[in-house]
């Protein structure tokens, strides 16, 4: 595929010494997770503030349990796509960091993929937003996962507990809104931003603060953004490349893998 704007982002990239990645929801649309704002988005049949927050969880557990579990067994069946696959790559050279606002854990699979019998942690992204397949005790803290135990949401006396004698009610360990984030994560994000020559930009409605903001701390110290949406965002008036198109079709031809 050539294409000037292509061209001049891939030559951008390729000068480029340090590059940080921050993906959103929209990496995983081709892999079969739902988008959260897009068409037929994870909240377009619920509202955000209806089911990811605190308040919502500790009104209605069941209901929150019943969507992340729904969304659990959604995205067990999906795997990463060439986009995550092409970040993973380029993660393992060494030349960029992912920070992703994503839960599905799409990043992960596809750095133990790429990584083979190496070490796949150069491509494991830094979560800002948890894991949707992570546990977590209200009463404790303490985490676990949840990948292995499908939650029983038949009813409020069926959901998860802590293991005894603690007992407490489990959640998703997922930052809701109205959650801070953990700071030491945000702080490392926002370092990687700074010293990025480049920030990639991917599948973000920039929507969502802070992770909305990870971009600008790279242009505010002197980097520049390369942007992959179908869609115009926020963002992209301050984008040096704003390419329009999947990102499971783009993300190979910018890092020539096509
Ligand atoms: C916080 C985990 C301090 C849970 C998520 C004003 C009013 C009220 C509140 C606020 C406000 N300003 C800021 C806030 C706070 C709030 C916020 O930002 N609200 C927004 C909605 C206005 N933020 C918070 O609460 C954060 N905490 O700020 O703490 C504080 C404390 C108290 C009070 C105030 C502040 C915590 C935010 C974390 C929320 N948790 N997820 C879960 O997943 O269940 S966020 C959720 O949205 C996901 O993590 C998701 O990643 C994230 C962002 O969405 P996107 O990833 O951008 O997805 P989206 O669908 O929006 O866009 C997809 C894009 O992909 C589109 O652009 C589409 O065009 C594109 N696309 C589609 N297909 C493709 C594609 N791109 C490429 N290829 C394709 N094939
Ligand atoms: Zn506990």
Redesign the pocket.
Known sequence: MSDPALDAARARLERARRIVVLT????S??SGVP????EG???RSHR?EE??TPQAFARDPLLVWRW?QW?RDLVAGCAPNP?HDTLARLALSGRADLVT???DGLHELAARRAAGNADPSPALPLT???S?FGNRCTRCGRRTDGRGTPVDATSIDTLPRCAEPCGGRLR?D????????DPDVLSRAFSLAVAAEVCLV???????????SIPLATLRAGGSLVE????P?PLSPYAAASLH????ELLPHLFGKA
């Open positions: 959103g929801a929209g990496i649309a081709e988008t959260f704002r897009g988005g994870l909240w955000p089911l990811a992340y969304r986009g606002q994503n839960v800002l937003h948890g949707l998703p997922v930052v809701w809104f109205g959650e801070v984030l991917v599948g973000t409605s920039t929507m969502v603060q802070p992770a909305a992959v949406n179908p869609e965002t198109g999947p990102a499971g």
